[in-house]
């Protein structure tokens, strides 16, 4: 967690959702710290703050374990989007996401954006046991490069293999049609039109934290989908600044001295 003496105030928040175990803090590390980290539950929730060309997103990251659940509605509010995390050897784990978590994100903003990811894709996708500079990013590439705002790409759900040639592949309990589907309920729970939201094709993703298969992909695309909310919100905040408490207590201060007697 960054130091808060020194942290700057965030432009939008993006929130991380989905049950234990499913890989939402080695996901924000891989894209965070560019490497894989095995972690341990996480407790409550924590944050990243992470400069995005001339901006700052805090990325949260909650607990799934059930003891925790009831928190996840407060880091949900004024969320600008919610990733909603699956594993896809795991099917249960997307079930969760409807019947657990999708209440939680109530208190999100009207116009939250919502990604639905299925993460472990290494496990069952030969192509995501792929190094990110076999994926196409040199690994000179600068931290800045990476960061710089791009126009987001369509970043399609991988179908599944069968086999690989090591004959190691784990079963993948979870289509693309599958996340697709209930990308479409959330739509729906949300009173959203399907028609006038962004396609599922779009908003749903395979990824490997382990590998950091697609993980740039992810984040990125989203932190361009927000860029209209941080607008909006610099644009309200300059119309309405706020008052410094100090400055009007001083001002007060000197006529009530001056009216004195």
């Not at 690994?139 to 599944?160: I, K, Y």
């Not at 309405?240 to 009216?259: I, M, N, Q, Y």
Request: hydrophobic share 35%.
């Amino acid at each position: 967690m960054p130091d808060l003496s020194k942290m700057k105030k965030p432009d939008v928040k993006v929130v991380l959702l989905g049950d234990m175990n499913v890989g939402k803090t080695s996901l924000l590390h891989r894209y965070m710290e560019r490497k894989f980290k095995d972690t341990i539950s996480t407790v409550g929730g924590a944050f990243f703050l992470k400069q995005w060309g001339p901006y700052n997103i805090s990325i949260w990251d909650t607990a799934g374990r059930e003891q925790f659940h009831g928190l996840g509605s407060m880091y949900c509010r004024g969320a600008a989007a919610v990733i909603l995390t699956y594993d896809v050897t795991n099917w249960q784990s997307l079930a969760e996401l409807e019947e657990r978590f999708l209440s939680l994100t109530d208190t999100a903003n009207h116009d939250c954006i919502y990604a639905l990811v299925g993460n472990k894709a290494d496990l069952t996708d030969p192509r995501a046991q792929l190094p990110p500079e076999a994926a196409g990013l040199p690994e000179d590439q600068t931290e800045e490069e990476r960061t710089e705002p791009r126009v987001p790409s369509a970043c399609p759900t991988p179908p599944a293999s069968p086999t690989s040639p090591s004959g190691a592949l784990l079963h993948k309990q979870v289509a693309g049609e599958d996340a697709a589907a209930l990308y479409g309920r959330i739509l729906r729970y949300k009173g959203l039109d399907e028609k006038g939201s962004l396609p599922a094709e779009k908003m749903c993703f395979e990824t490997s934290a382990k590998t950091g298969y697609n993980v740039d992909a992810l984040f990125e695309t989203l932190f361009d989908l927000v860029l209209p909310s941080i607008l909006r919100k610099r644009h309200e905040n300059q119309e309405s600044p706020t008052v410094d408490l100090e400055d009007f207590r001083g001002v007060g201060t000197k006529r009530a001295r001056s009216t004195c007697c």
